[in-house]
């Protein structure tokens, strides 16, 4: 059962950065910079330390959004991202896509 999550979680990686990469190119490609970037903290439910490194490995390898850090206790990961007009749908994107699939992977 755990390879239909990796499966899963590898095509919704693929598409988080096809989806990402069109975003980029067209604030790089716009005659205006309309970006508002900033940093936001992250509190992961993910216990195992393998499993919160892929979680830090995705955001950062999904263009637009790099983690910064992770905190002593690894319950907060630092994003900093090029778009942040609401800090809750950053967040709560990264819940539903990434770590929801994680999570089935650590079971």
Do not use: C
Not at 13 to 24: G, P, R, W
Not at 62 to 79: C, E, H, N
Not at 91 to 102: G, K
Request: glycine share 2%; charged share 20%.
């Amino acid at each position: 059962m755990k390879i239909l999550y990796a499966l899963k979680l590898g095509a919704l990686f693929a598409y988080e950065l096809l989806m990402s990469n069109i975003a980029v190119a067209r604030v790089v490609l716009s005659p205006r910079l309309t970006i508002r970037p900033g940093i936001v903290a992250y509190r992961t439910d993910l216990k195992s330390q393998t499993a919160i490194t892929w979680l830090a490995n995705l955001i950062t390898l999904t263009p637009g959004t790099l983690t910064l850090a992770v905190s002593d206790d690894q319950r907060v990961l630092y994003i900093h991202t090029l778009n942040v007009d609401d800090p809750n749908e950053v967040t709560s994107s990264i819940r539903r896509s990434f770590e929801a699939n994680l999570l089935e992977l650590e079971k």
